[in-house]
């Protein structure tokens, strides 16, 4: 092996352990319970408040749905606006970046429906 063929190899080692945390990251927000759920609700309106997305989500608490939210919120993935009202409105609406995992969220619904067991389809 050459010395460029070795740092091409190291490169690409680089490179693929790069992408692997980056998607490590991502999916650590991704793959809590509920975050796609509410991902999935709140790209279904413009813009959506805080209870309207709880009836949508039956059996989450509402603390859950505010860690979800804030973690979405910090993360960029959905924007809050608090409007200075009493009681207070706040309304949350997926970000751009958030808007382009709703391929992939289509995708995954496609690739969950086409590996679903026998016996999945048929309890339902």
């Avoid at 092996?1 to 190899?9: A, H, P, Y």
């Avoid at 805080?50 to 989500?57: D, H, S």
């Avoid at 749905?65 to 973690?71: A, V």
């Avoid at 009681?87 to 969220?105: F, G, H």
């Amino acid at each position: 092996m050459t010395k460029s063929s070795t740092r091409m190899n190291i490169e690409e080692d680089k490179k693929e352990q790069g992408e692997r945390c980056e998607i490590a990251h991502i999916w650590e927000i991704l793959g809590r319970r509920w975050t796609l759920l509410v991902l999935k609700n709140l790209s279904t309106k413009e813009v959506i408040r805080f209870n309207e997305l709880k009836r949508l989500l039956p059996g989450i608490s509402s603390t859950v749905l505010s860690e979800r939210l804030l973690e979405l919120d910090r993360e960029g993935l959905i924007s809050k606006q608090i409007y200075p009202e009493i009681p207070p409105r706040v309304e949350y609406r997926l970000t751009s970046r958030a808007r382009e995992l709703e391929t992939v969220m289509k995708e995954l619904n496609r690739w969950c429906i086409r590996w679903k067991s026998p016996e999945e389809i048929k309890a339902r």
